[in-house]
């Protein structure tokens, strides 16, 4: 089941960035994906997400 909200993209990863358990965590965060779409859109969702928080993307790579 995808999430459907007005953003999907983010809704992909909020659960994991923004849950009570991530917050106390080490804020920095690295962003892996597969080229392919559906696993590049939830990275463009925690981009987005990750500009409103604390974390910070300290390493990001696509996996061909």
């Given at each position: 089941m995808i999430p459907n909200r007005p953003d999907?993209?983010?809704a992909l990863?909020?659960?994991?960035l923004l849950?009570?358990?991530s917050k106390s965590q080490d804020p920095n965060v690295a962003?892996?994906?597969a080229d392919a779409e559906?696993?590049?859109n939830p990275i463009l969702g925690a981009r987005?997400?990750?500009r409103s928080t604390a974390f910070?993307?300290?390493h990001e790579?696509?996996?061909r």
């Open positions: 999907p993209n983010a990863t909020e659960g994991s849950s009570p358990q962003l892996v994906s559906f696993s590049r987005r997400i990750q910070r993307i300290v790579a696509t996996i």
